[in-house]
Nanobody
Framework: QVQLVESGGGLVQTGDSLRLSCAASGSIFRLVSMGWYRQAPGKQRELVATVTSGGSTNYADSVKGRFTISRDNAKNMVYLHMNSLKPGDTAVYYC???????????????WGQGTQVTVSS
């Protein structure tokens, strides 16, 4: 199995910046895609951003131009740099990864436990 551990959440004010980090460990053979989802109270979990091992990125429209996702393949880390934070960004942010635990294995999806980001007005 693969374990994902997020860090970097917290309470910030509108307009502030924050960086989330996620470390993957365990039986990692190859991680194809890593990314971030978020879930606000009373809402469905939604995509924030993803990045492939080759560096291709995808962002939700609501965060384009404010958030940047990056990845360190050698360290199995993914980061989310969040700028110009708004109260609407308040949510639990979850790290995700899709990959293989061994050669010939089926690709699986993995989730972290989440880290809270709260943006006050």
């Amino acid at each position: 199995q693969v374990q994902l551990v997020e860090s970097g959440g917290g309470l910030v004010q509108t307009g502030d910046s924050l960086r989330l980090s996620c470390a993957a460990s365990g039986s990692i053979f190859r991680l194809v895609s890593m990314g971030w989802y978020r879930q606000a109270p009373g809402k469905q979990r939604e995509l924030v951003a993803t990045v492939t091992s080759g560096g291709s990125t995808n962002y939700a429209d609501s965060v384009k131009g404010r958030f940047t996702i990056s990845r360190d393949n050698a360290k199995n880390m993914v980061y989310l740099h969040m700028n110009s934070l708004k109260p609407g960004d308040t949510a639990v942010y979850y790290c995700t990864a899709d990959g293989y635990v061994g050669p010939g294995a089926t690709m699986q999806g993995f989730w972290g436990q989440g880290t809270q980001v709260t943006v006050s007005s």
